[in-house]
């Protein structure tokens, strides 16, 4: 009865414990060749993230591992020390990031632009007003829709910002949150021809299939700057600060400087991401 | 192999038990448990096949009492089983009639050998490659039949072996069965409900309920003349009547049922209570007495209660003093133009009364 | 309807043209899925037939632990194991996160309660004729075990075929345990999520597409061999 059963348990145990020993062993080898790196959404979906890591990869023979989750919980990681760098477009919260010592040497690296887009025929004539702050007063003034990611992420928190700015609480009539990633949100805020912040790249690659348009950017309040944070390695000694640091260099060299800017022009015809000189 | 029980011992429950005392099965004889259902069968079967193990009590195989496990998976070795279901394992014909012998350790060449020769012994030797899920239920059955035998065993034992298969195939499957066991020079036990199967294949019949042997002998013996009421009921004689002994004369028993006289056979003297014991079949009815009732010993004037028809037999109720059951042919009864209400005359031969002391 | 239309289209030409990178992503995807499915295999299916088979005091325990575990929530799975191999997490040091090893971890974790489940029903629903028969046959009990578990092979390949498609079409749990790293840890479901997350609707329809004829051909091939050879059908008895 419990005899029949000794034998597997035993060979459970030895096959499991091999299994352990096996994962421990690889993992351990290439742990200082390995970079983890908790990353913004939006670098990811528009496929930089990946171009950068290969090249690094190929370069340096690390093995790079992006991780896309937003960037509240990028530095949620990081002051876990789970990531040994972050890249996030999250100024306020980054800063204190590094004011609570869980990240180390900042660095500004590039930005990419917010458009409002609506509807074509812009029914609050939001297009043609003065500033950001007030297309944002004129669509809640005439109550017209207007959808939000409602998340966690940099673009969200954008809006919010310019929101808060102008002392305006959206509305549940007229303001819808999706709680979903930028792609979804806009094809909601197509079919509901309502206005919408997005950042350049994803709108462009949904151009053709949302009957939406760009109404307004440029202004200085859309610009959406990203930074490059290492983990600090006196508060978790498990990070790969070296990789981190060299990382870093990377993003500010001169040839990424060039792959950075060209990224994107051949497919969408527009520069997406610009480099900070 | 010879098989000798002596006070087996088994319980199912507070209430039911088996209760065997004695019990004997001969070299090379084939014997046939039969019995209502519930009698104990195949719980006997089962403590004879080694399946379960008895309360008290011991069997002898050989002479010899199974003491430790190693002795019982040897004896299990020189024996077999037949189901009611074939219980054929997945894959061809010829992998499951060369298991038994593959897990004794045969050598393929000898494997094949018997396999093929047994297979043939059932007449589906050509059904060797086939999967057997492509097989009829009698290529199904002989099948079993032929791995059951292949190892040649010493004893045999079977559960209603052939009550899934149609009439028509079991006499045949039945008779190619009784050989191959002579072939074998095996001993066997059936456990069957079904007369015929009994009638084709046992020398000795034992009849059983609640749990205990109650008669044995051949099967014309104790289906034609059985010694109680129950092995009575069993083989379907009806017309249970009780008397008293008035007379007797050598084998002639006169007895008394109400107020009637009817002359029987059987084990009684004067003044004795018996049971009386008359099947159906027997009772010829005629319009008046002429030449098919002058043999009878007993001619009785009946009153028709009821006729029944069940398919190719008419059963006709009686009312002569005592009710009484005929059983004729539908011919019989159209030519006899019965009703109810009517008068008719019924006549059976001494012989066919079988009369058993009471108490 | 367009856009279904359209991604068939893409999907026919992402096969023909054996593009590299599809091509890793699917790569990557069966290697680890029939890794898993070995793994839960191995282990789960002569455990499920042990505990089918055997009486032991805690076996209404392990079989309610077993039939919850096919329920799972794959994504709780991904959760649940992230916390543990986090660098912060007790199991950091192993240094498994976000590498195939970990993936497989929750693609075993989800297979083997559905593979051992299944195969314990399988193993219950098995005439305990079989067994006696083997037995009167003179099988000891190791051999009359092993020929009446042999009787639900069609019941283990349904397990079997159940667990790799719990596997290869979930989310959840490899995403969160695998990072969704290209050449790494991207897969099928994982790339579809991504490209959906960019607005490439029509890349992940087709995306979509291969993943459903991938899944269908492996079962295809599952059922076949769960069905073996036969001609004609079998009798219902």
């Known amino acids: ?277 | 192999m010879e098989i000798v029980v002596k006070n087996l011992l088994f319980e199912y429950d507070r209430h039911f038990s088996l209760d065997i005392s004695n019990f004997t099965v001969r070299n090379g004889e084939i014997v046939s448990l039969m019995g209502p259902n519930g009698a104990g069968k195949t719980t006997f079967l089962l403590l004879l096949s080694l399946q379960i193990k008895p309360r008290a009590g011991e069997i002898y195989y050989d002479n010899k009492l199974p003491a430790c496990s190693r002795d019982i998976l040897n004896l299990r070795r020189r024996i077999s089983a037949v189901f009611q279901k074939d219980y054929l394992f997945n894959g061809t014909v010829f992998d499951n009639v060369a298991y038994p012998l593959k897990i004794r350790g045969f050598g393929n060449s000898e494997i094949k050998r018997k396999v093929c020769n047994y297979l043939e012994l059932f007449g589906v030797g050509h059904l060797a490659g086939k999967r057997v899920r492509e097989l009829s239920s009698g290529q199904s059955k002989r099948v079993c039949l032929a791995r059951s035998l292949v190892y040649s065993p010493e004893v045999i034992f079977f559960d209603e072996p052939t009550s899934l298969i149609d009439f028509g195939t079991k006499e045949e499957i039945l008779s190619d069965l009784k050989k191959a066991i002579g072939h074998v020079k095996a001993s066997a036990v059936f456990v069957t409900q079904d007369k015929t199967e009994a009638f084709l294949m046992s020398d000795r019949l034992v009849f059983m309920n609640g749990g205990r042997i109650l008669e044995e002998g051949t099967p014309e013996d104790i289906s034609f003349r059985p010694m109680s009421v129950e092995a009575a009921t069993f083989f379907g004689k009806d017309n249970l009547l009780s008397g008293q002994v008035a007379e007797k004369e050598k084998d002639l028993i006169k007895i008394r049922i109400k107020n009637q006289v009817v002359f029987g056979v059987g084990d009684a003297d004067p003044g004795d209570e018996v049971l009386v014991m008359l099947s159906p079949e027997n009772v010829v009815l005629s319009k008046s007495i002429d030449e098919n009732s002058q043999s009878a010993r007993n001619v009785i004037y009946c009153d028709v209660l009821d006729i029944k028809d069940v398919g190719s037999i008419v059963q006709v109720e009686l009312l002569c003093g005592f009710r009484l059951r005929a059983s004729i042919t539908r011919i019989s009864a159209e030519m006899l133009d019965l009703r109810p209400g009517g008068r008719v005359t019924a006549s059976f031969k001494a012989s066919a009364v079988h009369v058993i002391k009471r108490g | 309807m367009e856009l279904l239309f359209n991604g068939i289209k893409a999907a026919i030409g992402l096969i023909v043209s054996l593009n590299g990178g599809f091509l890793e992503i699917l790569s990557l995807t069966l290697v680890l899925v029939l890794i898993s499915t070995f793994i839960s295999t191995f282990i789960g299916l002569p455990v499920g037939v042990l505990i089918a088979i055997n009486r032991f005091k805690a076996r209404n325990f392990l079989l309610a632990l077993v039939n919850a575990g096919m329920g799972l929530p794959p994504v709780v799975v991904g959760l649940f194991y992230s916390i543990l191999l986090w660098r912060s997490g007790p199991l950091g040091f192993l240094n498994i996160l976000y590498t195939p090893y970990a993936i497989v971890l929750g693609q075993v974790t989800i297979s083997l309660p559905i593979i051992m489940g299944l195969t314990c029903s399988a193993v219950q629903g098995i005439d305990p004729g079989y067994r006696l028969q083997a037995r009167a046959l003179g099988a000891n009990r190791v051999q009359e075990v092993i020929k009446a578990v042999a009787e639900a092979r069609l019941g283990y390949f349904a397990a079997l075929i159940a667990g790799f498609g719990s596997i290869i079409s979930e989310v959840g749990s490899v995403l969160m345990l695998g990072g969704n790293i290209r050449g790494q840890t991207r897969v099928m479901t994982t790339a579809i999520v991504l490209e959906t997350k960019k607005g490439n609707f029509e890349l992940a329809i087709s995306l979509g597409i291969v993943l459903l004829l991938l899944t269908f051909a492996a079962s295809y091939l599952g059922t076949w061999l769960q069905q073996g050879r036969a001609q004609g059908v079998p009798k219902w008895r």
């Open chain 1, 1 to 277: 009865m419990g005899e029949a059963l000794k034998k597997p348990v035993t060979i459970l145990s030895v096959v499991g414990l091999t299994i352990m020993l096996l994962i421990s062993s690889s993992g351990c080898a290439a742990r200082n060749k390995e970079l983890i790196i908790g990353s913004t959404t939006s670098i990811v979906d528009s496929g930089l993230m990946d171009v950068l890591a290969e090249d690094f990869s190929d370069r340096y023979g690390y093995t790079v591992k992006p991780i896309s989750v937003g960037s509240g919980e990028a530095l949620e990681m990081g002051s876990r020390g789970d990531c040994d760098l972050v890249i996030v477009h999250s100024k306020q919260s980054e800063l204190k990031f590094v004011e609570d010592g869980f990240g180390i040497n900042r660095t500004e690296f590039m930005y990419n632009q917010f458009v409002l887009v609506g509807p074509a025929d812009d029914p609050a004539s939001a297009g043609q007003l003065g500033s950001m702050e007030d297309c944002f007063k004129k669509i809640a003034e005439t109550g017209s829709l207007f959808v939000s990611r409602g998340d966690d992420s940099g673009t969200y928190k954008k809006e919010l910002s310019i929101w808060e700015g102008v002392g305006i609480k959206p509305e549940v009539d007229w303001y819808i949150e999706t709680g979903q990633g930028m792609a979804d949100t806009l094809v909601i805020a197509g079919e509901k021809k309502a206005y919408v912040l997005t950042d350049m790249g994803t709108y462009l690659t949904l151009k053709d299939k949302i009957e939406l348009s760009v109404l307004r950017q440029g202004d200085e309040i859309l610009k959406n700057v990203y930074s490059a944070i290492a983990i600090n390695p006196k508060k978790f000694k498990s990070v790969n600060f070296e990789a981190a640091d060299k990382f870093i260099k990377y993003l500010v060299s001169d040839e990424t400087r060039e792959i950075i800017n060209n990224f994107g022009k051949e497919k969408y015809g527009e520069q997406l991401f610009y480099t900070i000189p």
